[in-house]
């Protein structure tokens, strides 16, 4: 007999009921006659919204911009065949950190039980490859049964919100009409309480350590945005007059127009200032830390040795590694514990806006040019997504208030951008979402487009057209035609995605065409197809790129001077 706490439900319908109770309002994917059962209850029980995509690649990368500004994200995928399209994605969103849910409507328990061989698997008899595969991009993976649903639903939708990493469902077709007996109070997203000592302790040493400073100073990386940090450490940052300093994997979460905003940490590739500032403090507090090569310039970092190192539920301080807490709670403590400071100097350096160049309106449009533009193009609140390429560039912008950034810089799988911006604007359809791509990354993806303007959102897509791929030409091949792509007509697949679309494309091949895509108003979308010349990108960038094949091709590898793009 049900107790007063449980009621009986179809099973596809409480999964359905746990994905809204987590915050989720939209699915992502591809449907598949093995998902098609629980697609016909969304259907039906009308309260979350199907978001159909061109391809479960493009589905990952959506409910990774979806839950990039919504907290968390799901899609839904058929069997083998669209799981393992979606893999890269959720391998992405493993590297970056962004809870998501991949459900994968699966082979019948039946078929299992029976030893059925069926389509979309192997046919080797054996159930559990996807399984396998993503158990190594994921925190936690489970086939649902009518037995541990209830159990096993809560727990991969705990575990992805409190570890902000991806997890895996499979739903097996023939059970999700089942009715099976389930809680009626709603999922709670909360994190266990910390253990009150650790806590403390934690607490009372960073305060002191941070109190007993003379350049106490902040470092952020992406982890201080996914579980939600950025305004205690501003908070933080102003009570004590510290400087701080991000990662490029964590660009616009620190507010760049407070004054204790120092710019980009990235060992010998920092901003002007912001390398003396970290390495010589002498009580750096850094949060999520994640170093690979691109944000360490290329492991130049140094880090000082006594660095207060703290990730989402732990800390190290010293000796100590703190366990059994969070970081918000402990930096709430911290923030209560440390006192107010009045007078330190300001470490915080005004960067400068890009220069704007002094090019003649009808000059041919270069990136010397373009980006000064697009930085007064700004606004505060935009959403910016960046992906692989020589748009790299914008993270040399200066972001006004309140802007979020979405990027992929420890994954960096091309395309990423185009699909996380469907994600995104159905996430938050009311900002202005600004696309940075270029033609070889946006081919990978380019039909989401199409989903784009089906659902009438309103992004501004700059679209580099380099003729291929210029940030490779960087590491190798500056002038061989693997780099090369073929040269499409961007501007006009608005019109092609949607034939009765109001889209506004331009392509601009000059200085005075760029001010005049500028200036078109944001009541529609709005596509900026930029003509560059293939050697054309900014020093850093190329620099960047030079550095790299250094790292990875080795002293006796191929790169030589003049078969690398280098900065003119
Ligand atoms: C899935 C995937 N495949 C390949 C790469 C390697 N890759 C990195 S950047 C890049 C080219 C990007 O070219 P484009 O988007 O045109 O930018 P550009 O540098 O030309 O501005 C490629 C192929 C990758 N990062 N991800
Ligand atoms: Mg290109």
Not at 222 to 232: K, Q, S, Y
Request: glycine residues 8%; hydrophobic residues 40%.
């Amino acid at each position: 007999m049900p107790n007063s706490h449980t009621i009986r439900m179809k099973l596809g319908d409480f999964l359905l009921r746990r994905l809204k109770e987590a915050g989720i309002r939209h699915l992502f994917g591809v449907p598949g006659d093995y998902n098609l059962e629980l697609l016909q209850q969304l259907q039906d029980e009308g309260s979350l919204k199907w978001m159909g995509n061109c391809s479960e690649l493009n589905a990952s990368y959506a409910a990774d911009g979806y839950a990039r500004l919504n907290g968390m994200g799901a899609l839904l995928v058929t069997n083998g065949v669209g799981a393992l399209s979606a893999i890269n994605g959720v391998g992405g969103s493993y590297s970056e950190h962004v809870p998501v849910i991949c459900i994968a409507g699966s082979i019948p328990l039946r078929s299992i039980d029976r030893g059925l061989g069926m389509h979309h698997t192997m046919a080797d008899g054996s159930w559990d490859h996807f399984l396998r595969a993503y158990a190594q991009v994921t925190a936690a993976y489970s086939r649902l049964t009518p037995r541990n649903a209830v159990s096993e639903i809560d727990r991969l939708i705990l575990t992805a919100w409190r570890e902000k990493q991806p997890v895996y469902m499979e739903l097996p077709s023939d059970i999700a009409y089942l009715e099976i007996e389930v809680p009626v109070a709603p999922l709670v997203l909360a994190n266990p309480p910390s253990d009150p000592e650790r806590l403390q302790s934690c607490i009372t040493s960073i305060a002191e350590r941070l109190a007993a400073a003379n350049s106490p100073t902040i470092l952020v990386d992406a982890d201080a945005d996914r579980f939600g940090v950025a305004p205690a450490l501003m908070e933080l940052a102003d009570k004590m007059q510290m400087p701080v300093a991000i990662m490029n994997t964590s660009k616009a979460v620190i507010d760049e127009t407070i004054p204790n905003y120092l710019g980009i940490y990235n060992g010998r590739a920092s901003e002007p200032g912001v390398r003396e500032v970290i390495e010589a403090s002498d009580c750096l507090l850094a949060v999520g830390y994640r170093p690979i090569e691109v944000t360490t310039g290329d492991f130049t970092a140094a880090l000082p040795a006594n660095t207060i190192y703290a990730r989402g539920h732990s800390v190290d301080v010293g000796e100590d590694n703190y366990q059994a807490l969070t970081i918000e709670e402990v930096l709430h403590g911290v923030i209560e514990a440390v006192p107010r400071v009045e007078n330190r100097p300001l470490r915080g350096t005004a960067r400068a806006m890009m220069p704007s160049s002094q090019s003649a309106p009808s000059a041919k449009l270069t990136q010397a040019a373009y980006w000064p533009a697009i930085q007064r193009y700004l606004k505060p609140g935009d959403v910016l997504y960046i992906d692989n390429g020589t748009s790299y560039a914008i993270f040399g912008l200066k972001l006004p208030q309140g802007c979020s950034f979405i990027g992929s810089v420890n994954w960096g799988s091309i395309g990423f951008s185009v699909g996380a911006l469907l994600g995104a604007l159905t996430a938050a359809p009311h900002r202005r979402h600004l696309l940075f791509v270029g033609d070889g990354s946006f081919q990978v993806s380019a039909q989401e487009l199409s989903t784009i303007l089906r659902h009438d959102f309103k992004p501004v897509i700059f679209l580099i057209n380099n003729g291929g791929y210029t940030i490779e030409r960087g590491y190798l091949g500056k002038d061989e035609p693997y780099n090369d792509i073929a040269n499409w007509s961007y501007a006009d697949l608005p019109k092609v995605f949607r034939r009765d679309t109001r889209a506004r494309s331009f392509v601009v091949k000059t200085v005075k065409d760029l001010q005049d895509a500028l200036s078109a108003p944001n009541d529609t979308m709005i596509f900026v197809e930029s003509i560059m010349d293939r050697f054309d990108a900014l020093a850093p960038v190329m620099n960047s790129s030079n550095k790299g094949a250094d790292l990875d091709y080795g002293p006796r590898g191929p790169q030589r001077h003049d078969n690398q793009l280098r900065p003119v």
